[in-house]
């Protein structure tokens, strides 16, 4: 246990680079379109936090710590154990074009993630598998965005690139044998693809520590997800409105 302890002093010691720390916290609906077959919009209500002191992170849904990493002046980088949830889903029930398909469930992914940064632009990859079992396989993203200010407004746009495994895609999109005997569609299985997005955060301040945020998103579904008979969506869209609220302790 002491050398537990010891460890844990270390790593604050190493990563912890200022004495203070920077929290941001808010609240607001976050709203994502379906892209199946007349179901209904997903509406939730969603916490926001970003935080990062070099050894632990928030950022906004997902959460991770980091295990190695360099952060100075002049750029940053790390390697971090991280997860998030995933919020894809349907019931049969919700439309009566999906009858006799069975339910897609949400679920939390885990896995490695690794960031840079340097002056205004940042990368991000990650590398994540699903630890609940939905889909039972793993995913990859890498980010890339730069971040500019225009007056009194703060952009940090970014494009992102989704690599899904056939299991994901099957999971979501396809039609397995057994819901083509128990509905109206045939049999679909999808390859692996890569799904690609744009998006941009825009931060406006109305004091020192009260701001606006708001978080625009557009995905393009791949190929193999709009071949699917139970989709007519080739886009997925999503956002989020909230007040954040920032400090130092």
């Known amino acids: 246990m002491k050398k537990i302890s010891l ?35 997903i509406i939730l ?31 940053s980088w790390g390697f971090s154990l991280t997860g998030q949830p995933r919020p894809n889903n349907y019931k ?24 840079a940064a340097m002056d205004k632009s940042y990368l991000e990859i990650t590398l994540l598998t699903d630890i609940l079992g939905r889909y039972d396989s793993w995913v990859a993203n890498m980010e890339l965005g730069y971040d500019f200010a225009l007056g009194n407004f ?11 495994s056939s299991k994901f895609i099957n999971y979501y999109y396809g039609v397995s044998e057994n819901e083509s005997l128990t509905s109206s569609y045939s049999q679909y299985t999808a390859k692996s693809s890569v799904q690609l997005g744009a998006q941009t955060y825009i931060k406006y301040p109305f004091t020192d520590k009260l701001s606006g945020l708001i978080n625009l998103r557009m995905d393009k579904l791949s190929g193999e997800a709009t071949a699917s008979p139970i989709v007519v969506e080739d886009y997925i869209y999503s956002g989020l409105v909230s007040l954040i609220y920032t400090f130092e302790y």
Do not use: C, H
Request: net charge neutral.
């Open 45 to 75: 209500p969603s916490p926001v936090i970003f935080f990062d002191n070099g050894l632990f992170y928030i950022r906004w849904s997902r959460a991770g710590m980091y295990f190695l990493g360099e952060k100075n002046d002049a750029y």
């Open 154 to 164: 703060k952009f940090y746009p970014s494009i992102i690139a989704i690599y899904q």
């Open 7 to 41: 460890l844990l002093l270390l790593l604050f010691n190493v990563y912890a680079q200022d004495s203070k720390q920077t929290v941001t916290i808010g609240f607001g609906p976050y709203v994502q379109t379906q892209p199946y077959k007349n179901v209904d919009d």
């Open 92 to 115: 049969a029930s919700d439309s009566p074009d999906l009858r006799g398909m069975d339910n897609k469930k949400s679920s939390v992914e885990a896995g490695l993630a690794f960031s």
